[in-house]
Nanobody, 119 residues
Framework: QVQLVESGGGLVQAGGSLRLSCAAS????????MGWFRQAPGKEREIVAR????????TYADSVKGRFTISRDNGKNTVYLQMNSLKPEDTAVYYC????????????WGQGTQVTVSS
């Protein structure tokens, strides 16, 4: 089992920055990839960024490319989401999640952290 604990959300003005953290513990050797998702009120959950656990290759949703950066600190088993040039439409609850089986579901989730961007 993998456990995930998120931190770093908050309230920021448009154009500002926040960094989210996701600390992983437990059977982290089994993780294939980590993703950051978000869900805004009345909208479906969407993936915003993904990082392969071993290769550190990354992918991003078009809506955040060039503004968000996902990274991993190997020594701390922590995944970060650096969010710059934030927009009001980035307001959502952000979740990190772990994928064990390549191509399979993200089956372990953090508790979520609120990000609110004021205009």
């Amino acid at each position: 089992q993998v456990q995930l604990v998120e931190s770093g959300g908050g309230l920021v003005q448009a154009g500002g920055s926040l960094r989210l953290s996701c600390a992983a513990s437990g059977r982290t050797f089994s993780v294939n990839a980590m993703g950051w998702f978000r869900q805004a009120p009345g909208k479906e959950r969407e993936i915003v960024a993904r990082i392969k656990w071993s290769s550190l290759s990354t992918t991003y949703a078009d809506s955040v490319k060039g503004r968000f950066t996902i990274s991993r600190d190997n020594g701390k088993n922590t995944v970060y989401l650096q969010m710059n040039s934030l927009k009001p439409e980035d307001t959502a609850v952000y979740y990190c999640a772990a994928q064990v089986v390549p191509g399979g579901p993200y089956d372990t989730w953090g508790q979520g952290t609120q990000v609110t961007v004021s205009s």
